[in-house]
């Protein structure tokens, strides 16, 4: 039924085949994951492999470990989450692309705060800001601190949905951030354009300027592909 798989991204792959046959009805007729042991020796790996790829199902609302009784796949489980293979996330195409969807979400959630923020998040903004200066000054690449000042920008929207989506996309973000920072920080110009974009987009909100702020982040996340391109890097 399974592929047997490389030792890299085990856990990973055998969540993506276990969520292929779940959708295909291969469980259908118990409802019910084969035991760990069999599914272990199934894919060629080890039961820590498969306990963790199982987690990942269950966090994802797939599965239910029922205690004594196994592991069960979720009524309605056929509905499908989202989910973006980490591995593929920090390839340089990848990156490409998930910057064009940062871009498409985030220019909304820059205009969203302007219209909305209030002055304590304003600060906090410029706070998230700031640590990005503090981060590179110290020679850290920053990436923590660039993907918490644009989730403090969301936050400023007061939709929880943005933010639910954000802390979706935060770990491939991260992904995607540290091949852009790693990047920018090999020129000065780089890190200096980076620096002034942020500036604008929080310059924007402060301002409760929508347009402006829209424009700034899509200008900012534009200008980040083409700082890959111009590197070689895609």
């Known amino acids: ?56 199902l269950k966090n994802e609302g797939m ?25 593929q996330a920090v390839e340089p195409g990848a990156v490409v692309q998930i910057l064009a969807l940062r871009r498409a979400i985030e220019a909304e959630v820059a205009a969203e705060a302007a219209m909305r923020r209030s002055d304590e998040q304003m600060d906090n903004i410029e706070a998230k800001l700031a640590q990005i200066d503090v981060a590179v000054a110290q020679g850290d690449d920053g990436v923590i601190e660039d993907v918490e000042f644009h989730r403090a920008i969301a936050s400023a929207t007061g939709n929880p ?50 347009l402006a702020a829209r424009n700034a982040a899509q200008t900012h996340l534009y200008n980040a592909a083409r700082r890959l391109a111009e590197a070689g890097i895609c």
Do not use: C, W
């Open 161 to 210: 949905y943005f933010l639910t989506t954000l802390a979706f996309l935060n770990q491939y973000l991260e992904a995607g951030t540290l091949v852009t920072r790693r990047n920018e920080a090999l020129r000065e110009d780089f890190s200096r354009q980076v620096r002034e974009e942020h500036a604008r987009i929080a310059a924007a909100i402060r301002a409760a300027d929508p």
């Open 63 to 87: 599965v239910e470990p029922r205690q004594g009784s196994g592991v069960f796949i979720v009524e309605r489980a056929g509905i499908r989450p989202l989910r973006i293979d980490y591995a």
């Open 1 to 56: 039924m399974f592929q047997k798989i490389p030792a890299r991204a085990l856990s990973d792959s055998v969540a993506q085949q276990l969520l292929l046959q779940i959708e295909k009805g291969g469980f259908a007729s118990t409802g019910k994951l084969p035991t760990e042991a069999v599914l272990a020796q199934e894919f060629g790996v080890s039961r820590t492999v498969v306990r963790e790829a199982i987690s990942r």
